[in-house]
T-cell receptor, first 113, second 113 residues
Framework: RKEVEQDPGPFNVPEGATVAFNCTYS??????FFWYRQDCRKEPKLLMS???SGNEDGRFTAQLNRASQYISLLIRDSKLSDSATYLC??????????????FGGGTRLMVKP | NAGVTQTPKFRVLKTGQSMTLLCAQD?????MYWYRQDPGMGLRLIHY???????AKGEVPDGYNVSRLKKQNFLLGLESAAPSQTSVYFC????????????FGDGTRLSIL
């Protein structure tokens, strides 16, 4: 089982739609969580950190469910410019493994006019 | 506002040639990372460093060497390039352990003929 799993998609949605992605992680000791966005042939860029209480940044809402070991990303009022691959990222936060962030394979989103 | 800078941006090599990729960060980050990303695939960690003078192997270290002689620089070397090393290489840096995200350079596209 992969440490961080995501549905690769693609998710094809019309402009203005609401779309949600989930990501599951296998290590219950994980402490830090992030969502990154990666455009085609570009570097990953931090979209938002995910906090225990959940957090929102404009049209984007991130949630953490420690009991079920998943995080989610909700995008409201999708824009064409939201088309990208969204990477779920997890860090254990201690020991040797805590030196690294573990990346999921990404979920591809395509927003259509 | 440079952040993480990778040099060169593009390179074409012949099988057996050697080269060094340079990553420089101006954020005084302790941790630095080298990843490769192949078409349609996720990021794979090659090597990383948790401080000046230290390096450690990641998921796919074979065929690569690294050095971190200065805190701001992390070098990735290919001693004898092989076609299987054709990829996009991303460098990233991070403040340290804990809830800190990674910041990526914009990548080096390497083709080995």
């Amino acid at each position: 089982r992969k440490e961080v799993e995501q549905d690769p998609g693609p998710f094809n949605v019309p402009e203005g739609a609401t779309v949600a992605f989930n990501c599951t992680y296998s290590n219950s000791a994980s402490q830090s969580f992030f969502w990154y966005r990666q455009d085609c042939r570009k570097e990953p860029k931090l979209l938002m950190s995910v906090y225990s209480s959940g957090n929102e940044d404009g049209r984007f809402t991130a949630q953490l469910n420690r009991a079920s070991q998943y995080i989610s990303l909700l995008i409201r009022d999708s824009k064409l410019s939201d088309s990208a691959t969204y990477l779920c990222v997890v860090n254990i936060g201690s020991g040797n493994a805590g030196n690294m962030l573990t990346f999921g394979g990404g979920t591809r989103l395509m927003v259509k006019p | 506002n440079a952040g993480v800078t990778q040099t060169p941006k593009f390179r074409v090599l012949k099988t057996g040639q050697s080269m060094t990729l340079l990553c420089a960060q101006d954020m005084n980050h302790e941790y630095m990372y080298w990843y490769r990303q192949d078409p349609g695939m996720g990021l794979r960690l090659i090597h990383y460093s948790v401080g000046e003078g230290t390096t450690a192997k990641g998921e796919v270290p074979d065929g690569y060497n690294v050095s971190r002689l200065k805190k701001q620089n992390f070098l990735l070397g290919l001693e004898s390039a092989a076609p299987s090393q054709t990829s996009v290489y991303f460098c990233a840096s991070r403040q340290g352990m804990g809830g800190q995200p990674q910041h990526f350079g914009d990548g080096t596209r390497l083709s080995i003929l």
